[in-house]
């Protein structure tokens, strides 16, 4: 798969992104026309706006791991051939709907939901927009939505975290362990156990905030962080890996200890020892971020919305990890499945 994705780049077209109202100017957009075959920029038709729908001039583009499942054909969600990737993005509003009364034109915005954010425009309907402060940059607020949505799901609504517990987060150099470290420290007063398969990345995770730092490539997980903090354990694990790296992480649970699991990015899926939930009174519970959309919108909503104040306050720091141009967008894919990204990782459309 990584070599279907590797080596193909694409040259700019040169677009005017003028005069959208009534205008049947094209844009590029990365399209994906085959699963497991790589991307490929073509210019696409704008559609009118629909009464409750937004155009917006897309500057950055947030690339998640979701992305690539969903160009493989291993997502949840199964869009129809052929169809652009992004869930997320920041630009500026170019063009509203009849019934839109939330933005308006040349308001700087994020966006987030279903995929179609990675090309040079995208419509969104508008109660996926949130306004950016002006203290915030668009690079910035296109960091925020997918993974900062996540991790404060996790923490707060699911994990119920609370100041002084100790929070051990898995792939803690990734996108999403990044933000947890973030706002786990910076927002909730938590303290954090940063776990990581290499030096670099736990390094990296302690200048992002963590008080401890463990590299789960060199030995067992469990007795690296009995070492840490005793036999007591920790209170919350956030664990974006799965397999052999969960079952261990659960065994450093505490008392009433609470695990979420927020992703498989070791590519296997465990099976719980319900055992273990019971001598310790464990909770095991999962986060699939995109589903309060459907289920709980006020709180997906607010997530964001909290973000969103929480950078304008400078309370917290989103970290990019690496950003490419839109020609390079199979480059970018290749990158993240060789896991060779920290932070996140954006497709930049200027």
Partial sequence: ???????????PVRLCRTAWRGSNRHYRA???TELKQPLVIEEVAPRPVLPHEVRAD????????????????????????????GMEFAGIVLETGADVSTVKEGDRVVGMGSFNN?????????????????????????????????????????????????????????????????LATNILQAKVIAAAGSDEKCKLA???GAQWSVN?????????????????????VIDNVGGDIFLEALRCL??????????????TIPSVPANLLLLKNISTM???MSRYHDENFPVYYESLSSSLRYCQEGRIQPHLGAVFKLEEVNDAFHYVMQRRSTGKVVISLK
């Avoid at 279907?4 to 040259?11: N, V, W, Y």
């Avoid at 950055?60 to 169809?83: E, H, M, T, W």
């Avoid at 707060?156 to 100041?163: D, F, S, V």
């Fill in 118 to 182: 990675m090309a040079e425009q995208c419509i969104m309907d508008q109660k996926t927009l949130w306004k950016v402060p002006e203290e915030v940059s668009l690079r910035d607020a296109a960091i925020l939505p997918v993974t900062y949505n996540t991790a404060l799901l996790a923490l707060e609504h699911r994990a119920r975290t609370q100041p002084g517990e100790t929070v051990l987060v898995t792939a803690a150099a990734g996108a999403t362990g990044l933000a947890v470290i973030d």
């Fill in 206 to 208: 302690m200048q992002r």
């Fill in 30 to 32: 990365a399209l994906c």
């Fill in 216 to 236: 789960y490539s060199q030995g067992s997980l469990k007795e690296a962080v009995r070492k840490l903090v005793g036999n007591g354990g920790v209170d919350v």
């Fill in 58 to 85: 897309v500057h950055f583009c947030g690339l998640n791991f979701a992305d690539i499942l969903v160009c493989r054909g291993q997502y949840q969600k199964r869009p129809s051939l052929p169809f652009t990737p």
């Fill in 286 to 288: 999962g986060l699939y």
């Fill in 254 to 267: 505490a008392w009433e200890g609470r695990i979420v699991v927020v992703g498989f990015a070791g590519g």
């Fill in 1 to 11: 798969m990584a070599a279907a994705f590797r080596g193909r780049c694409f040259s």
